[in-house]
Nanobody, 118 residues
Framework: QVQLVESGGGLVRPGGSLRLSCAASGRTFSIGWYRQAPGKEREFVGAINWHINNIYYSDSVKGRFAISRDNAKNTVYLQMNNLQWEDTAIYYC??????????????WGQGTQVTVSS
């Protein structure tokens, strides 16, 4: 069973940057990032296939966000650049229990709040 611990959220001004971390214990195959703003549906942000290192993003964050990994730390990162007000949300990471491309999160982190405000 996979345990996920997220960190790195906080307050940032428009145009600023944050890096979120998702530390995983147990076996994981693919990690996805989601976000959910108040009153909004949960939105897919991007994902990484752990073993193949295939990475893909939603159109809303392409060119601004980047997913990377540190195998030694068993951690996935979400680097967020040029943050805008609409990026304000709780960000979650999720682990897929099956190998292959990320299609569904089976285990979820607690979420970390990202607030973009001047």
């Amino acid at each position: 069973q996979v345990q996920l611990v997220e960190s790195g959220g906080g307050l940032v001004r428009p145009g600023g940057s944050l890096r979120l971390s998702c530390a995983a214990s147990g076996r994981t195959f693919s990690i996805g990032w989601y976000r959910q703003a108040p009153g909004k549906e949960r939105e897919f942000v991007g994902a990484i296939n752990w073993h193949i290192n295939n990475i893909y993003y939603s159109d809303s964050v392409k060119g601004r966000f980047a997913i990377s990994r540190d195998n030694a730390k068993n951690t996935v990162y979400l680097q967020m650049n040029n943050l805008q007000w609409e990026d304000t949300a709780i960000y979650y990471c999720a682990a897929q229990a099956r190998p292959g491309a990320f299609v569904r999160g089976d285990y979820w982190g607690q979420g970390t709040q990202v607030t973009v405000s001047s």
